[in-house]
């Protein structure tokens, strides 16, 4: 577990309640994960956990805010969403006894709970509504770092080779002068580019190239 730990009170069923991962659970049920949550405090700008580590349980963001992101396999960082208090981390990678597969950075002073492995797999495969809640949010953050990786791989060799001459600032006509190719061409790959990447225009296609570490990578 990333982050500077300071001592902080114990989470309370009332406080667990607002997260939605523990919606509809009975007062009892509930006090079932109060007896094995423990709380720490992590600083703005501490990490709360880290792309590829084991995690050590569940982790509850009870109070602040956080970022994810994604390395690639340049380590350029790509943020993937904001967490807001109340929310939790790290369920699957509990589950499957996995590595963490984003980076998660406090933006505010944020209070924190863990509920350990053992603690959560126990719990989760006894109340069933917690497993199917976990699979059910997951699917969109998953979406969106498999597109990242499929936007990178869709791209043809020679529109691989355009977008890095964009990331070098190059007009369309230096282009079509370092490719042995038509001005309209490099002017149709430019446009195949942008659609491939969801970018408005070039500029923002060399953001993109920028942001997911597409640089230097082909």
């Not at 956080?66 to 109340?86: F, H, L, N, V, Y």
């Not at 699917?139 to 355009?162: D, F, G, H, N, Y």
Request: hydrophobic residues 40%.
């Amino acid at each position: 577990m990333s982050g500077a730990v300071v001592s902080e009170p114990p989470v309370t069923v009332e406080e667990l309640r607002t997260v939605d991962l523990f919606e509809d659970l009975s007062d009892e049920q509930l006090a079932e994960w109060v007896a094995v949550a423990h709380t720490y405090r992590v600083p703005a700008g501490e990490l709360i956990a880290e792309q590829g580590e084991e995690t050590r349980g569940l982790l509850l963001l009870l109070q602040g805010d956080a970022q994810a992101t994604i390395d690639d396999r340049t380590g350029a960082s790509e943020p993937i969403g904001r967490q807001k208090a109340p929310t939790w981390i790290g369920a699957i990678a509990t589950l499957t006894g996995g590595t963490l597969g984003a980076r998660m950075r406090a933006e505010t002073d944020c209070r924190m709970a863990v509920i350990e492995a053992d603690d959560f797999r126990r719990l989760a495969f006894a109340q069933p509504a917690i497993h199917g809640r976990v699979m059910q949010a997951v699917a969109p953050v998953m979406s969106r770092v498999t597109s990242i990786e499929q936007s990178r791989e869709r791209l043809t060799s020679l529109e691989a080779e355009v977008l890095r001459y964009l990331t070098e600032g190059l007009s369309n006509a230096e282009i079509a002068e370092k490719l042995v190719i038509g001005h309209e061409t490099v002017k149709t790959h430019v446009k195949r580019i942008c659609m491939k990447t969801g970018a408005r225009d070039r500029t923002q296609a060399v953001v993109w190239a920028f942001q997911t570490g597409f640089v230097g990578t082909t």
